[in-house]
């Protein structure tokens, strides 16, 4: 999986509402947030996480959250192409069991 090291800064908005899902992440340093549109915390990432694809898992194009960090660090940023290929090779099963995941997990915290 290719992907560009990205420095993040406190108070950096990684994604946010109404986004195209355009990439992912795996946080390296650092603390990011992911935050409803209420405002409510739905997750802290802490190191070594991959995060972001959620949504896309769902089948969603947009972003539904804010990702916020809150102290600085690096994430490795990756297209989004390259999740939704390697999810290509799953088997209908498999793919499906996922997406009801994803959508189960965006249900509870909308």
């Known amino acids: 999986m290719a992907g560009n090291i ?6 950096q908005v990684l994604f946010d509402f109404g986004n195209k899902i355009d990439k992912c992440f795996i946080l390296q340093r650092g603390v990011v947030r992911i935050r409803s549109r209420e405002g409510e915390l739905l997750s802290s990432i802490a190191p070594n996480t991959m995060f972001g694809f959620t949504e896309l898992l769902a089948g969603n194009s947009v972003r539904e959250t ?20 390697k999810l290509a090779e799953f088997d209908a099963q498999r793919k499906q069991l996922l997406e009801q995941l994803a959508a189960q997990i965006i249900q509870q915290t909308s």
Request: hydrophobic share 40%; proline share 0%; charged share 20%.
């Open 6 to 11: 990205e420095i993040i800064y406190s108070g």
């Open 66 to 85: 804010r990702a916020v960090c809150e102290s600085a660090g690096s994430v490795v940023s990756f297209s989004s192409e390259i999740l939704q290929d």
